[in-house]
């Protein structure tokens, strides 16, 4: 990016100079339209979601066989929607300011095979490559009872196929223990910024992992380019994949079925705020787009990114999308928060998400130690950094103009927050410690 350009750039978005700064920054979207005007453009409607959800639904004995973890939920793959009360009380002491409304976790930290929010997309797309290879063959209808494909029959004939991503190191472990279990070759390609552990635990589980001295963008861009010339490999490409996406959202429909058990309600007088960490985009953007589905104009949705790589922030409200990078304002991409290290947003999320995200803000890495260590003494539950990040949302939402904007200033007492806790199940306890410490 030239100088002219970022110099105009700085003009219409005064914003930029907040985030060049590594200030904290809320931005709210401009472009937000209704829900009913918005999905005129969608490029995925809510029977999309629904056929990913009937899959989920199709591999659950089969999951159930292999995770035996997942018995419990007859091999669906889903995470609990907590109260943090005392974790309320914290911030609203630290932060000198009332939290108006319920306060709710959603612990994606603690889905059962992978521990992250990864286990939704990632496990959903390698499901549906096995899926679609095993009918096409006639080896698998519809009908079966999926618990079949653990046999031999089935790995020998997935060992044929391979399956490749790149990734900072939840979406690779998820990928990589599904494959593998699979019986898929599988190969994941890692950032330079990917955690010894998360490597190590693929290589013990038979995967192939490839390290990259350089970030996110060019493990992803190695990875498609070497899966590309070989036409029995299927790439999962997290910059675009559609998949994914659909395998995010279905999170939403089970969210409306947890907050009807709880009594929540979710409606004009009632509005659900949902606070989501963002990388590339895909994991906050597919649930976003699936809560809009059930919730349509009563859910409010926000992405948290690091001060570091606020990426998503830049690219949405510049229109740019992914013809900018962090980079081109200065910053370096380094940060604590794993799978938030991502220079460059996704452009088929930032285009989806234009009339339907309500905002975004940046946090430091400082406050998300900070607040891993308060969630952890308050409440008990341990995250990774990334998974903090949201945490602020009802902060920073409080003290903005959305609320006003948005004739919600009354209603909000009604209101329930999710701050969407991404990941941190499988950190082992040493790293764990070590986070709590720096916090
Ligand atoms: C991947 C990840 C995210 C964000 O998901 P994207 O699809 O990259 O935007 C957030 N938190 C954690 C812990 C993650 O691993």
Redesign the pocket.
Known sequence: MSKIELQSLLESHPIIHQLMALEEAFWLNSNIQSFQTGMEKAPLLLNDVLDAEARLKRFAPYIAVVFPETQETHGIIESPLVEIPKMKEKLEQDFAQPILGGLRLKCDSHLPISG???ARGGIYEVLKTAEDLALKQNMLSLNDDYSILDSEKFRSFFSHYSIAVGSTG??GLSIGIMSAKLGFNVTVHMSADAKQWKKDLLRSKNVKVIEYASDYSKAVEEGRRQAEVDPSCHFVDDENSRDLFLGYAVAALRLQKQLAEANIKVDEDHPLFVYL????????GGVAFGLKLMFKDNVHCFFAEPTHSPCMMLGMMTGLHDRIAVQDIGLDNKTAA???A?GRPSGFVGKVMEPFLSGSFTVSDNKMYKLLKDLADTEGIYL?P??LAGMIGPVKLEKSDYLPKAHLSDKIKNGTHIVWA??GGMVPKEEMEKYYRIG
């Open positions: 992250s929010i990864k939840n979406l960490p963002c990388g590339v985009g895909g994991g906050p794993d799978g938030l991502v990774e990334s998974a991404t990941g």
